[in-house]
Every structure is written in C-alpha cells, then in structure tokens.
C-alpha cells in the first residue's frame, strides 16, 4: 500500500512540473516612428475610447457558440486591451488625418471622438470580427453617429493569426473614423 501510494504521489508530480508557457500579444502600430514635433489636430481631439467588459480580459476571446465566448488560457493581451485599443486607434486616426488626435482632456478642439467597442472575437469558423461605434461630439451635444461591422479571415490557424487580424480590423476602423472626419472639417 505504501508503494502504491509512494507511486501515485510521484506520478502526480511529474504531471504536475509540465508547464505551458503563455504568449503574449501587442496591439501597436507597425509603422517605423520617428521623433518629431507633434502637430495637434485644431479640429478634433479623442474623448472616451470604451470596450466591451467581456473582451477588456487578458486572455484573446474566442466565440465557441452562437452567444457563447471563451477567453485563451495561455495567449493574452501584453497590456490591458482598453489602454492599447485606445493608442493603436489615436495613432492610427492621426496618421489618416495627417494631424494628431490629442486626448480632449488636453486639447482645445471643438469636436471631440468618442469611439465604443462592442465585440472584439474570433468566431469558430476561422474569422475575426469587430462591431464598433463612434460619435462625434460639440460642447456636449452629439453631432453625427456611426456603427462599423467588419470581419476577417484569419490567414492561419492559432491566437497569433486572431491577434494579427484583430489588429488589421481596428486599424480598419480607424481608416473609416478618419475618413469620416474629413468630410466634416
């Protein structure tokens, strides 16, 4: 009996030393970016840049069933997704824009952006898709109101394919912002 336990103890252990090592993801502008002076845009600035609680986790969400999401285990965001969605799509609009989007907190333009993430997943049948919505707002009142719905088939199997096409999406979305605000300069 001693053995048959000493056994099973050990074999736990050696089960138990195996481990799996998380990759982690960046969402940033792939661009070479150089020093420079930055150039305020005098027309818009970015308000609030909000995300959808059930994607604002770690790990990268996968959509298993119709309503139904998991989010990965062992691949996750390198850095909260609502700080990094927030900087890809400032830089992303202000390189649209050929000005920078300055936060509205410190920026004395008098339309402000206001962008909602509503889903950000991959789907069971090999896609990435992002739904999204943006306002555009002065002193206080709303201006003009847009929805993007975008999907993408990822290029290969795996989170780092979700990831990549994740990205090309709201970077997607940011070309359709900045398109969308130059009509209205």
Not at 7 to 20: E, F, K, P
Request: with cysteine.
């Amino acid at each position: 009996m001693k053995i048959a336990a000493l056994l099973l103890t050990l074999l736990m252990v050696g089960c138990s030393s195996t481990t799996i090592d998380t990759q982690f993801y960046l969402l940033r502008h792939h661009q070479a970016v150089e020093s420079r002076e930055l150039k305020p845009s005098p027309d818009f600035s970015l308000g609030s840049v909000d995300i959808a609680s059930y994607i604002d986790q770690p790990g990268l969400v996968l959509e298993v069933a119709p309503g139904q999401v998991r989010p990965a285990q062992h691949h996750e965001w390198a850095e909260p997704l609502h700080n990094s969605v927030r900087i890809l799509l400032q830089r992303e609009i202000s390189i649209q824009l050929g000005a920078d989007l300055f936060p509205a907190a410190y920026s004395a333009a008098p339309t402000v952006v206001e962008i909602r993430v509503d889903q950000l997943h991959g789907t069971n049948d090999g896609e990435a898709m992002l739904l999204a919505y943006w306002w555009t707002l002065q002193n206080g009142e709303i201006l003009s109101t847009y929805q993007y719905m975008e999907t993408a088939t990822l290029d290969q199997d795996g989170y780092a394919a979700l990831a990549k096409a994740e990205e090309e999406l709201l970077s997607g979305l940011a070309v359709s912002i900045a398109d969308t605000l130059k009509t209205l300069r």
